[in-house]
T-cell receptor
Framework: DQQVKQNSPSLSVQEGRISILNCDYTNSMFDYFLWYKKYPAEGPTFLISISSIKDKNEDGRFTVFLNKSAKHLSLHIVPSQPGDSAVYFCARTGANNLFFGTGTRLTVIP | EAQVTQNPRYLITVTGKKLTVTCSQNMNHEYMSWYRQDPGLGLRQIYYSMNVEVTDKGDVPEGYKVSRKEKRNFPLILESPSPNQTSLYFC???????????FGQGTRLTVV
């Protein structure tokens, strides 16, 4: 049973425009959602998180939105830059671990 | 510098030949875990450890062993590797299991 789902395997966006990456979840018993970014030949690195008691968390160009009624999480990157090209994983916390989605490959076109 | 170090980065081996992938962290984290990344499947947890001498199965533990004799080290052992264990492996550590995890750079394993 996949706890989090990323239904878009890839996304291409023009430099300077907004990138929106989406994630759906199936279980409401959690504390945090997290987004990780992964470049080729590197491990995933933490990007931003949001608590289940919030609707929005912002850090510079990155904003995460949580819609609890729709069980939907999204990451907005504005403006998108070529260096943002990577695979993005959403994750949610469990009792003792993290559950990851399958990832979305973002390509930002210069 | 705070980091999680895995070795080796790349490994090609033959079916049935025992191997160990090492993982070490210098952040004094209680929690460590191993993941494998496969196309279309994302990151799946293999094993985790909440503290020294405390380990437990994740989502895909079959064919793997781990040990946690020291806080900083968490090796992944494949007693008899098979081709379906060809994958990209990541070690991670965190203060607790359900908090931000720090990942190593990965080990790409090919079993022929």
């Amino acid at each position: 049973d996949q706890q989090v789902k990323q239904n878009s395997p890839s996304l291409s966006v023009q430099e300077g425009r907004i990138s929106i990456l989406n994630c759906d979840y199936t279980n409401s018993m959690f504390d945090y959602f997290l987004w990780y970014k992964k470049y080729p030949a590197e491990g995933p690195t933490f990007l931003i998180s949001i608590s289940s008691i919030k609707d929005k968390n912002e850090d510079g160009r990155f904003t995460v939105f949580l819609n609890k009624s729709a069980k939907h999480l999204s990451l907005h990157i504005v403006p998108s830059q070529p260096g943002d090209s990577a695979v993005y994983f959403c994750a949610r916390t469990g009792a003792n671990n993290l559950f990851f989605g399958t990832g979305t490959r973002l390509t930002v076109i210069p | 510098e705070a980091q999680v170090t895995q070795n080796p980065r790349y490994l090609i081996t033959v079916t049935g030949k025992k191997l160990t992938v090492t993982c070490s962290q210098n952040m004094n984290h209680e929690y460590m875990s191993w993941y494998r990344q496969d196309p279309g499947l994302g990151l799946r947890q293999i094993y985790y450890s909440m503290n020294v001498e405390v380990t437990d199965k994740g989502d895909v533990p079959e064919g793997y062993k781990v040990s946690r004799k020291e806080k900083r080290n968490f090796p992944l052992i494949l007693e008899s590797p098979s081709p379906n264990q060809t994958s990209l492996y990541f070690c991670a550590s965190s203060p607790e299991g359900n908090t931000e995890a720090f990942f190593g750079q990965g080990t790409r394993l090919t079993v022929v």
